[in-house]
């Protein structure tokens, strides 16, 4: 499989190593920041690059454009993956990475649509990007635009009640445009999801909330993770992308650690991280 960007064929091991270097480049923001969120960013790295990388219609010359397909980072707080990855895909000088959560950057803590190239949507609040993609879809259906609609919630995320009203709506106006992503890490600031509040079955939730479920039981492979994007969802339906990840992942001391969810390492971690 050969992927094109700007005059570059990029195969499945190119793809690993840009989430390599995505990863590289986020531990050094948050590490510079003195703050941020490292363990949800890293467990998310493959779904962004599969995106960016692969599956979204986008032009980083032109962010605005206006038939670009549209992503929305409901979990905004992974928002130093995301900005990585808008960095490698031409959307903004990688020296501005950074500036992470600096006065007056353009990459403030959470994702800024006025501020940043590239981010359609401002979230932080969980819960909100998943409506606000839902609000998207719906527009871009009753426009016949074309436009397809990604969002990536985290899994603790899927606490909020607000999360289901959004997931309720875009089953009743069948928006086979909307593609939800699930970074289900299992883990959350507090602890595991279990013991915070328990999810049950997420592929059962969502099924009986009318979305096709793909459940990619590795979400940090990114061959699967392509594989299952690039399923069409039957017409009329929306789709959800269940991906069983791990918080912290490529960091071998970050690994499946809750505490690692919002706590940026030191200098000599960050060195042993690299």
């Known amino acids: ?37 490292p363990g949800g960013s890293l467990s998310c790295v493959e779904m962004l690059v599969a995106l960016y990388f692969s599956v979204l219609r986008i032009d980083p010359e032109n962010p605005r454009l206006i038939g670009r397909d549209r992503f929305v980072l ?19 000088p990688k020296a501005e990475l950074r500036t992470l959560r600096q006065l007056h950057s353009i990459l403030q803590g959470h994702p800024d649509a006025k501020r940043t190239p590239g981010v359609d949507a ?6 909100h990007g998943v409506s606000i993609a839902t609000g998207m879809a719906m527009a871009a259906k009753a426009q016949k635009s074309g436009v397809r609609v990604y969002t990536l919630l985290g899994d603790g995320e899927l606490q909020e009640g607000m999360v289901w009203e959004a997931l309720m709506a875009a089953a009743h106006y069948h928006l086979d445009n909307l593609t939800v992503l699930i970074d289900n890490n299992g883990l959350q600031i507090d602890g595991s999801n279990e013991e915070v509040m328990s999810l049950g079955s997420l592929k059962a ?5 009318g979305f096709f479920v793909l459940e990619v039981s590795d979400g940090n492979d990114i061959r699967k993770v392509l594989d ?26 970050m690994e499946n650690q809750a505490g690692w969810h919002g ?8 060195d042993t991280a690299m």
């Open 1 to 37: 499989m050969t992927l094109f960007k700007g005059g570059i064929f990029l195969n499945i091991e190119e793809l690993q190593k840009t989430c390599a270097m995505v990863r590289r480049d986020l531990v050094q923001m948050v590490t510079l920041a003195g703050s941020g969120h």
């Open 74 to 92: 409901s979990k905004g707080h992974a928002a130093p993956a995301y900005y990585a990855v808008l960095g490698e895909r031409g959307f903004l």
């Open 122 to 127: 401002s979230t932080g609040s969980l819960g």
């Open 205 to 209: 939730k969502m099924e009986a909330f």
């Open 228 to 253: 299952a994007l690039n399923v069409p969802a039957p017409q009329g339906i929306p789709k959800c992308i269940l991906a069983h990840t791990v918080k912290g992942k490529g960091v071998s001391f």
């Open 263 to 270: 706590r940026a390492p030191s200098q000599a971690e960050c």
